[in-house]
Antibody, heavy 118, light 107 residues
Framework: QVQLVESGGGVVQPGRSLRLSCASSGFRFNSFAMHWARQAPGKGLEWVAMVSYDGSKKYYADSVKDRFTISRDDSESTLYLQMNSLRPEDTAVYYC???????????WGKGTTVTVSS | DIQMTQSPSSLSASVGDRVTITCRASQGISNYLAWYQQQPGKVPNLLIYAASTLQSGVPSRFSGSGSGTDFTLTISSLQPEDVATYYCQEYNSAPFTFGPGTKVDIK
C-alpha cells in the first residue's frame, strides 16, 4: 500500500536551516506530483509547496518563497524540503502528500515536527 | 492568489442530523475543489475531490457539490466519528490554498 514517511524535523534556532525528507513506497513515485503542507500548533492547514511528477514545475506559498526549496529524487523515491532562514512562524507539523488525478492531496504522511526557537 | 472562505467556522449538531458546510473561492475554480477531514489528533484525510467525487473508502453519507466559486460539503446523517475539522482546498492554480476550516462536534 502507499506509504509516506517524513523525517528530519527537530528544534532549530531562528535563521538556521533544516532539510525534511519524505520516503515513499507502494507506488510509482516518478508518476505523481508531490506536496508539502504544514500545520502550526492549534491552527489550520497551510499548503507549502508542490513539485510536478517530472520535477519541471515547482510552486510555493508566498510565506516560504525564496526560503524553501522543494525537490525530488526519483531514484530514491524521496521528496525533500530544504528550509533556510527559518523563522519562529515556521514552527509546525510538516506533512508530505501525494496527488492522484489532480493536484489535490490524496495520501498524507504522518508528519514531522519542526520547532524554530532560540 | 485565490482566497478560500468557509462557513460556519464551527457547528454543533445531533447524531443523525444533516450537516452542511460551505466553501467559497474568491474567483472561479471550475470544479478543482477538494474536501479533507481531520479528526482530533490525526492526519488529514481526503474525502472528496473534483468538488463531488467521493474518495475510495469514504462513507456515502458524505457528499459534495458546487462549481465555480461556491461549494458545499454535506453529511447526510452525522455520526459520532464525524467529529472533526473539515477543510476545503482549491487546486485550480498555485498556491493551492486551504480554507480556514469548519469544526464539527456533537450536541
Amino acid at each position: 500500500q502507499v506509504q509516506l514517511v517524513e523525517s528530519g524535523g527537530g528544534v532549530v534556532q531562528p535563521g538556521r536551516s533544516l532539510r525534511l525528507s519524505c520516503a515513499s513506497s507502494g507506488f510509482r513515485f516518478n508518476s505523481f506530483a508531490m506536496h508539502w503542507a504544514r500545520q502550526a500548533p492549534g491552527k489550520g492547514l497551510e499548503w507549502v509547496a508542490m513539485v510536478s511528477y517530472d520535477g519541471s514545475k515547482k510552486y510555493y506559498a508566498d510565506s516560504v518563497k525564496d526560503r524553501f526549496t522543494i525537490s525530488r529524487d526519483d531514484s530514491e523515491s524521496t521528496l525533500y524540503l530544504q528550509m533556510n532562514s527559518l523563522r519562529p512562524e515556521d514552527t509546525a507539523v510538516y506533512y508530505c502528500a501525494k496527488e492522484l488525478r489532480g493536484y489535490y492531496m490524496a495520501v498524507w504522511g504522518k508528519g514531522t515536527t519542526v520547532t524554530v526557537s532560540s | 492568489d485565490i482566497q478560500m472562505t468557509q462557513s460556519p467556522s464551527s457547528l454543533s449538531a445531533s447524531v443523525g442530523d444533516r450537516v452542511t458546510i460551505t466553501c467559497r473561492a474568491s474567483q472561479g475554480i471550475s470544479n478543482y475543489l477538494a474536501w479533507y477531514q481531520q479528526q482530533p489528533g490525526k492526519v488529514p484525510n481526503l474525502l472528496i475531490y473534483a468538488a463531488s467525487t467521493l474518495q475510495s473508502g469514504v462513507p456515502s453519507r458524505f457528499s459534495g457539490s458546487g462549481s465555480g466559486t461556491d461549494f458545499t460539503l454535506t453529511i447526510s446523517s452525522l455520526q459520532p466519528e464525524d467529529v472533526a475539522t473539515y477543510y476545503c482546498q482549491e487546486y485550480n492554480s498555485a498556491p493551492f490554498t486551504f480554507g480556514p476550516g469548519t469544526k464539527v462536534d456533537i450536541k
